[in-house]
């Protein structure tokens, strides 16, 4: 009864978000987190195993593929270069200062929340390697959510398509600006506060706004899925898919905004870390 009382004690603490169980969490962190690993090593093992015994004509077929594929971006490459130097000239002439690119932060996903009302999982970098509330992640396709709990050495992060989380985006397109709302559901996103009369088509590309400051302009969230227009309502039925594969892969980029970078090199903190 009286570990039961301490654990009803400890839980209320938590769920107000009082802080005054952070320094207990993160120290708990450290102890879970060999296990953590530990449950995921045979798993790593077996993939491993997997790989090593991989046919050779499989991978020669593989790399046949890659290398036909490579040569396409060449030339798309070529052309990016191009437009690039056209982008800088036009900066130049308009007197504008150009962008830096934004730092990124590999992490690996140890565990993915179980609650299928949860869209939430666990990375393998915390404090300790520059990770901070409110960072954003990325995959190779697009937004994937940002960091919502952080601890010495791991960190929980809330997805897009999560029912509480919202995200400021804009048509590529037009250029006009919402935001889009998870639903709970992993390959579905919500725009409820699209009018009637805005210009937003089936297939149009959403991507970040940059508004807030937290996920930086111009990266890739979604595509509209369906759009319904609905006679005396104010607003519109507008549906998209999250771009990002939010439910495959195991690696993460973690966003690494300059004002965080800077103020961690401030304070002392890890000022370096893996790109």
Do not use: C
Request: proline share 4%; charged share 20%.
């Amino acid at each position: 009864m009286l570990l039961a009382a301490v654990s009803l004690t400890m839980m209320i603490l938590d769920h107000r978000e009082t802080g005054s169980l952070n320094r207990v969490r993160q120290v708990a962190s450290v102890i879970v987190y060999p296990v953590q690993v530990g449950v995921d090593r045979p798993f790593a093992a077996w993939r491993w195993a997997s790989d090593s015994f991989a046919s050779r004509a499989a991978l020669l077929e593989e790399n046949a593929r890659l290398k036909n594929d490579l040569r396409g971006y060449d030339v798309r490459l070529q052309r990016m270069d191009t437009l690039e130097a056209e982008n800088d000239r036009l900066r130049a002439m308009l007197d504008s200062s150009q962008s830096v690119a934004d730092r990124m932060l590999v992490a690996e996903i140890l565990s993915v929340d179980p609650d299928p009302y949860r869209q939430r999982f666990t990375v393998n970098r915390g404090v300790l390697n520059g990770v901070y509330v409110g960072q954003a992640l990325l995959d190779a396709d697009g937004v994937v959510g940002q960091i919502d709990i952080v601890d010495a050495l791991t960190a929980q992060a809330v997805l897009i398509s999560d029912s509480n989380h919202g995200l400021p985006v804009a048509l590529n397109r037009t250029g006009l600006r919402t935001i889009a709302l998870g639903t709970g559901e992993t390959g579905l996103l919500n725009l409820p506060y699209l009018t009637n009369s805005a210009d937003v088509r089936q297939g149009d590309l959403l991507v970040t706004s940059g508004l807030g400051g937290v996920f930086p302009p111009g990266y890739p969230v979604g595509r509209v899925t369906a759009v319904q227009r609905r006679p005396g309502q104010s607003f519109a039925r507008v549906l998209a898919q999250p771009s990002a594969g939010l439910d495959r892969g195991r690696e993460v980029l973690l966003v690494m905004n300059a004002d965080e970078v800077g103020l961690t090199a401030a304070t002392g903190g890890p000022a370096e870390t893996g790109q």
